[in-house]
């Protein structure tokens, strides 16, 4: 089965289909591959199925590579189905994320909180990590077991950004790290794909394959 992944342009939810320019030396192991320091070794690329524009990553033959088109450090688009109560604080902590990691998880942690009470009627005084915990254990779910898995990571890194934690062994204040907070933002944005823009992208979809079968005279799927 494809991984799924979500389009950097459009939000839309689509099948990896990754198609390579990689520069490798032939050793006997031909499979590898000449990187750079940084590991590039070349570049992937494909073409998004639901708005026909390319979308390229650096590649390293091995492990996938931030993406560099379009721009990575720019926000990400949030289509019109995300409710701009949440939509404006998820923008918002994209836009400070390279400069103020503590401030974009704040902002983060804040609007799935927000999203945790009013789409899940999570207890509205109780902490995030709580809220969590409520929310994944509910059933029938309304996550998928992955996204559970992942929310339910976000208690194990803490409330860096309200609540700095100490290190017990100097004493030294524990901050929040950029890969934190950017991780943060990425189970954010699975929570939107899950909720808001998965459901009518699969209904379209569904639509357009029976109107193909109803024209064959075939059942619906």
């Avoid at 890194?157 to 950029?178: S, Y």
Wanted: proline share 7%; charged share 25%.
């Amino acid at each position: 089965m494809a991984t799924r992944t979500t389009c950097p342009h459009c939000s839309a939810v689509i099948a990896e289909d990754w198609m390579g320019v990689c520069f490798r030396e032939r050793y006997a192991d031909e499979r590898t591959y000449q990187s750079d320091a940084d590991g590039f070794g070349g570049v992937d690329y494909q073409l998004s199925p639901c708005c026909n524009r390319y979308i390229v990553r650096i590649s390293d033959g091995r492990n996938n590579q931030p993406v560099i088109w379009p721009n990575s450090t720019a926000v990400k688009p949030i289509t019109e189905l995300v409710p701009r109560k949440y939509a404006q604080d998820y923008e918002e902590a994209e836009a400070v994320l390279s400069i103020s990691p503590k401030a974009s998880a704040a902002l983060t942690r804040r609007c799935l909180q927000h999203f945790l009470e009013t789409e899940a009627n999570a207890k509205e005084s109780s902490p995030l990590a709580q809220q969590i915990e409520y929310a994944v254990a509910l059933s029938p779910p309304i996550f998928p077991k992955r996204l559970g898995e992942r929310l339910d990571h976000i208690r194990v890194i803490g409330n860096f950004a309200a609540h700095p934690k100490k290190n017990t062994n100097t004493g030294e204040v524990i901050d929040v790290e950029p890969d934190e907070a950017a991780y943060l933002l990425d189970v954010l944005g699975e929570v939107f794909v899950h909720h808001y823009i998965e459901p009518p992208t699969d209904a379209a979809r569904k639509a357009r394959i029976n109107e193909k079968l109803a024209a064959t005279k075939k059942p619906k799927v």
